[in-house]
T-cell receptor, first 119, second 112 residues
Framework: GAVVSQHPSRVICKSGTSVKIECRSLDFQATTMFWYRQFPKQSLMLMATSNEGSKATYEQGVEKDKFLINHASLTLSTLTVTSAHPEDSSFYIC???????????????FGPGTRLTVL | GQNIDQPTEMTATEGAIVQINCTYQTSGFNGLFWYQQHAGEAPTFLSYNVLDGLEEKGRFSSFLSRSKGYSYLLLKELQMKDSASYLCAVRGVTGGGNKLTFGTGTQLKVEL
């Protein structure tokens, strides 16, 4: 299968601090990873597309200076929430795109998510 | 842009069959995915359709009609563990054809 891990799974921080979330593809290389945010009882909203070795592509309305994305290797992408505020509290999920042997198409496999609470 | 509609909630009985519908309006179409998401967890991939017709995988089947902008996920022999949110997601053609747009999800409750 395609396993994607995220760390940490849960983080609580004070307002104004920065938080880094890691997303790793464990058994495959991913040139493209995606970062989503999900508020309670709402669907996943794509924040940005992370491309290995190049700048991330941000969705409209997402502040690139606030949500810093680095995809320095084929197995690791990081999302840093800078100067976090309570309204940034959310469930952050990453995914990696891969085509498995015998699979029908490129499919996104998701990490377990990171619950961020900003006090 | 993309617009995806699914029912908010559904309730079904253990052992029964349930069909979760999804309609979409898109400016470009490059496949439709169904994911299952338990509370507080990340989505897990269930199925993928890009051509019209039915795809069957064990207890789960997914159907697509591109002309109608319509898909459904069929769950057979329901089990209590199937209680979860089911997300319909459409892959567009912009952004290299990689981006998924998700519906709000259908919360399925399986009862005894």
């Amino acid at each position: 299968g395609a396993v994607v891990s995220q760390h940490p799974s849960r983080v609580i921080c004070k307002s104004g601090t920065s938080v880094k979330i890691e997303c790793r593809s464990l058994d495959f290389q991913a040139t493209t990873m995606f970062w989503y945010r999900q508020f309670p009882k709402q669907s996943l909203m794509l924040m940005a597309t992370s491309n290995e070795g190049s700048k991330a592509t941000y969705e409209q309305g997402v502040e690139k200076d606030k949500f810093l994305i680095n995809h320095a290797s084929l197995t690791l992408s990081t999302l840093t929430v800078t100067s976090a505020h309570p309204e940034d509290s959310s469930f952050y999920i990453c995914s990696a795109r891969v085509r498995l042997a015998g699979g029908p198409s490129d499919t996104q496999y998701f990490g377990p998510g990171t619950r961020l609470t900003v006090l | 842009g993309q617009n995806i509609d699914q029912p908010t909630e559904m309730t079904a009985t253990e052992g029964a069959i349930v069909q979760i519908n999804c309609t979409y309006q898109t400016s470009g179409f490059n496949g439709l995915f169904w994911y299952q998401q338990h509370a507080g967890e990340a989505p897990t991939f269930l199925s993928y359709n890009v051509l019209d017709g039915l795809e069957e995988k064990g207890r789960f089947s997914s159907f697509l009609s591109r002309s109608k902008g319509y898909s459904y996920l069929l769950l057979k022999e329901l089990q209590m563990k199937d209680s979860a949110s089911y997300l319909c997601a459409v892959r567009g053609v912009t952004g290299g054809g990689n981006k998924l747009t998700f519906g709000t999800g259908t919360q399925l409750k399986v009862e005894l």
